[in-house]
């Protein structure tokens, strides 16, 4: 009757061990942190306008200049007419700015905008920045591109 006791005793004290590894392994080993906000439509900081951004080809090019437009919208969803709009940005993680000076240069109607001077010059995660001034008050909103 000792012996089985023995065997009980010896098998509980492997369990416990293996427990006690997979709980060390599953502790160091790295997790992947969730990515930036890669949406292409918004509120704004302060919740005054709804932003979309999108490529006016519909795809993003490495290396090229480009457009983009950007649509805004107020909260209760009418288009925004006649806002200022100025742009920076840049590559967080690298900590430089954009290798161009892209600017909002046309009203397309509807509340679009058309950014031109939009240029990505290599991989990674690429933020823009849009100041907006308009009728109805001054925002922000940061657009995330990882490329």
């Known amino acids: 009757m000792a012996s089985i006791w023995r065997y009980i005793l010896a098998g509980l004290g492997l369990a416990a061990l293996l427990v006690g590894i997979l709980a060390v392994v599953y502790l160091t080993a790295p997790h992947s942190a969730p990515g930036p906000d890669t ?20 795809v993003i090019r490495q290396g090229e200049l480009q457009s983009w437009l950007l649509t805004l919208k107020t909260a209760a969803g009418a ?50 920045r849009f100041a907006i001034s308009a009728a109805a008050g001054s925002d922000s909103v940061v657009f995330n591109i990882v490329l």
């Open 39 to 58: 949406s292409r439509s918004k509120k704004t900081a302060s919740g005054l306008f709804v932003a979309s951004f999108e490529p006016e080809r519909g």
């Open 79 to 128: 288009p925004v007419e006649g806002a200022a709009i100025t742009v920076s940005g840049g590559m967080p993680q690298h900590n430089h700015g954009l290798p161009t000076s892209p600017q909002a240069t046309d009203y397309l109607g509807e509340g679009r905008y058309r950014i031109d001077g939009v240029k990505f010059t290599m991989s990674g995660w690429w933020q823009l």
